[in-house]
């Protein structure tokens, strides 16, 4: 520490000398201007003497240890300065970043709503199924123009939002256009799916029942020849 303030001391020396005699120069200057009086030019040795205290004064200040003390210090604040790490601290990052009251945001929610709900009305009412399929190529087509719409986003957020939420990666638009709409879509297509194998059912079960009115038909057309046969050969056995 001893060393450390002898050098700071120094150091504050050779400033105060340069200060002093670029104060007095400057005076000299001005004298000369208003023409009070002519300033005594520089010796040699104060010449060199100005221009060793400005090389020392650099060197202090860009190669001085004081500095390399600084530099570790500020590298130990910003090393403690630790972002999000969990995927938990990512979401409330997230979520603490994005201004929920403002209008465009609750448009955003209130367009996911209403899929979610038309997506839900069109899969338990039985709808048509080129009906069903039309709403989800519509979706895959937001999903693909996604990319599209966050450069427009990027370009036009004034108009619309207080905050540039349309980055180059599209974590907005993925996180909160996407991915809804992609979970929206595999909800329909499950949906298809369950419908479709609850309709395979049907048909094997139907299958089954055809196969079993068949043979109980058979059955019967075998016992009804042979009951018919049986009489003719005892009537014949008669006469």
């Known amino acids: 520490m001893a ?14 000398s340069a200060v002093e005699q670029g104060y007095d120069y400057m005076v000299g200057a001005a004298k000369q201007q208003r023409g009070d009086e002519m300033p005594s030019p520089m010796t040699d040795e104060q010449h060199m003497l100005f221009e060793e205290d400005g090389e020392d004064f650099m060197e202090d200040e ?22 999000p790490q ?10 603490a970043a994005i201004t929920w009251e403002e209008p465009f945001v609750k448009c955003l ?6 899929v979610v709900l038309l997506a839900i009305t069109l899969s338990r009412n039985g709808a048509n199924m080129y009906l069903r399929l039309g709403f989800m190529i519509v979706i895959g087509a937001i999903v693909r ?5 966050n450069g427009i986003g990027a370009r036009r957020w004034r108009d619309f939002a207080t905050q540039n939420y349309f980055d180059r990666g599209g974590i907005f638009m993925g996180i909160m256009v996407c991915a809804p709409l992609l979970v929206t879509c595999a909800g329909m297509l499950f949906s298809l799916i369950r419908e479709a194998s609850y309709l395979l059912v049907d048909v094997k ?9 068949a043979q109980s038909r058979g059955k019967k057309t075998k016992q009804g020849k042979g009951g018919s046969s049986g009489k003719k050969k005892s009537s014949k056995k008669d006469n």
């Open 62 to 83: 860009f190669g001085s240890p004081l500095m390399g003390m600084a530099d570790n210090v500020m590298s130990d604040i910003m090393s403690t300065q630790v972002g």
């Open 86 to 95: 969990t995927p938990r601290e990512h979401i409330q990052a997230f979520a």
């Open 109 to 114: 929610l209130a367009f996911h709503v209403a």
């Open 145 to 149: 123009l996604s990319e599209y719409l």
């Open 3 to 16: 060393s450390i303030y002898n050098q700071l001391v120094e150091d504050l020396e050779k400033v105060a």
């Open 205 to 213: 079960k139907m299958k089954l029942q055809q196969k079993q009115r």
